[in-house]
T-cell receptor, first 112, second 116 residues
Framework: KQEVTQIPAALSVPEGENLVLNCSFT??????LQWFRQDPGKGLTSLLL???SQREQTSGRLNASLDKSSGRSTLYIAASQPGDSATYLC???????????WGAGTKLIIKP | NAGVTQTPKFQVLKTGQSMTLQCAQD?????MSWYRQDPGMGLRLIHY???????DQGEVPNGYNVSRSTTEDFPLRLLSAAPSQTSVYFC???????????????FGPGTRLTVL
């Protein structure tokens, strides 16, 4: 059974720092992996989607990498800003399966 | 495009009451799903649908019912509300890829439900 883990559960860093959020999964037979952002009391916003054949995806200050063989994905945030404060979730979709399997998220706080 | 919309935003029910959470999308997505999110836990899939007339159970389907009569709408029914169903409910949709598989998921803003 696929399990998705995000460590740490919470992270607090000063504004301007570059940071990395981690997502690990136990079964490497994934179809794709998606990173989301959730603001308090809000819905989820899709940040990046990485297909299993891809190594990384970039959007602005965000870069997501995928290493299927080691069961890891990272979300790199460059030059962090207070507006980046949110909970970041990763989810994997397995081969030929409609369901997403979710991590519990990392709550990120960027201190001004 | 409005994307994925959900109504109501907030709802308070008494134990035993029934209600329907509405979800609609205007992106012509085949795949729609319902999740619940509880503190300290990841999102859990309740039911999903891969097209009009086709629904299936997710991880936590008990106490919920769904139907998909149109591509656009995917309502979630609580048959007899229980305090354990107090949660935030999210609806999501995505489109299928020509070569098979499913692409990026889009989420609605959520419905915060309290059952007393």
């Amino acid at each position: 059974k696929q399990e998705v883990t995000q460590i740490p559960a919470a992270l607090s860093v000063p504004e301007g720092e570059n940071l990395v959020l981690n997502c690990s999964f136990t079964d490497s037979a994934i179809y794709n992996l998606q990173w989301f952002r959730q603001d308090p009391g809000k819905g989820l916003t899709s940040l990046l989607l990485i297909q299993s054949s891809q190594r990384e995806q970039t959007s602005g200050r965000l870069n997501a990498s995928l290493d299927k063989s080691s069961g890891r994905s990272t979300l790199y945030i460059a030059a962090s800003q207070p507006g980046d404060s949110a909970t970041y979730l990763c989810a994997v979709r397995m081969d030929s399966n409609y369901q997403l399997i979710w991590g519990a998220g990392t709550k990120l706080i960027i201190k001004p | 495009n409005a994307g994925v919309t959900q109504t109501p935003k907030f709802q308070v029910l008494k134990t035993g009451q029934s209600m329907t959470l509405q979800c609609a999308q205007d992106m012509n997505h085949e795949y729609m799903s319902w999740y619940r999110q509880d503190p300290g836990m990841g999102l859990r899939l309740i039911h999903y649908s891969v097209g009009a007339g086709i629904t299936d159970q997710g991880e936590v389907p008990n106490g919920y019912n769904v139907s998909r009569s149109t591509t656009e709408d995917f309502p979630l029914r609580l048959l007899s509300a229980a305090p354990s169903q107090t949660s935030v409910y999210f609806c999501a949709s995505s489109y299928g890829l020509p070569a098979g598989g499913w692409n990026e998921q889009f989420f609605g803003p959520g419905t915060r439900l309290t059952v007393l």
